[in-house]
T-cell receptor
Framework: EDQVTQSPEALRLQEGESSSLNCSYTVSGLRGLFWYRQDPGKGPEFLFTLYSAGEEKEKERLKATLTKKESFLHITAPKPEDSATYLCAVQAPDSWGKLQFGAGTQVVVTP | GAGVSQTPSNKVTEKGKYVELRCDPI?????LYWYRQSLGQGPEFLIY????????DSGLPNDRFFAVRPEGSVSTLKIQRTERGDSAVYLC????????????FGPGTRLTVL
């Protein structure tokens, strides 16, 4: 069965302390990999889609990268407002529309 | 513009009762998805619609769960004979088309079965 594993489960950072989150997957022939941010009590908010190994995308302090087996979400000089749970999801080649999510990484950034 | 909306935001019911959860997708989005999220977990796929038809219902846990989208816009997730294990946040998402189009999520409905 295809799996999506995120690590670490939780991450506590000082403001300005850069770090990376990992999302590893076992899907062959990945159709797309998606990163979402989720605040408590809210639905996931779309961040990025990556389609092929070597692809990178950036948005403010966030940068997502993709290899054949994993994706990284780099947070550069985080601020307290970057505190959230970050979810990755994959779409397998035989699963039109269906996203398979990891359990998420809960990030807390303290001032 | 308006995002995906879901009603109610919270629903408390008793074991064995019937519930309906509603989703209003982004205007013009042809694909609509339902997911379920338990505490500390990522969303789990339930079903998706392309237009009025259910294109993939492989995630529905059993025949107590049913979803409709009669006019290709609003969708209703229906749960019969609710069980305590059905307690979760039910998320709806929509996308312009099916495939790798971005799925935009609503705020969810928190269902609690006592």
């Amino acid at each position: 069965e295809d799996q999506v594993t995120q690590s670490p489960e939780a991450l506590r950072l000082q403001e300005g302390e850069s770090s990376s989150l990992n999302c590893s997957y076992t899907v062959s022939g990945l159709r797309g990999l998606f990163w979402y941010r989720q605040d408590p009590g809210k639905g996931p908010e779309f961040l990025f889609t990556l389609y092929s190994a070597g692809e990178e995308k950036e948005k403010e302090r966030l940068k997502a990268t993709l290899t054949k087996k994993e994706s990284f979400l780099h947070i550069t000089a985080p601020k307290p407002e970057d505190s959230a749970t970050y979810l990755c999801a994959v779409q397998a080649p035989d699963s039109w529309g269906k996203l398979q999510f990891g359990a998420g990484t809960q990030v807390v950034v303290t001032p | 513009g308006a995002g995906v909306s879901q009603t109610p935001s919270n629903k408390v019911t008793e074991k064995g009762k019937y519930v309906e959860l509603r989703c209003d997708p982004i205007s013009g989005h042809t694909a609509l998805y339902w997911y379920r999220q338990s505490l500390g977990q990522g969303p789990e796929f339930l079903i998706y619609f392309q237009g009025t038809g259910a294109a993939d219902d492989s995630g529905l846990p059993n025949d107590r769960f049913f979803a409709v989208r009669p006019e290709g816009s609003v969708s209703t997730l229906k749960i019969q004979r609710t069980e305590r294990g059905d307690s979760a946040v039910y998320l709806c998402a929509s996308s312009q088309t099916v495939g790798t189009d971005t799925q935009y999520f609503g705020p969810g409905t928190r269902l609690t079965v006592l």
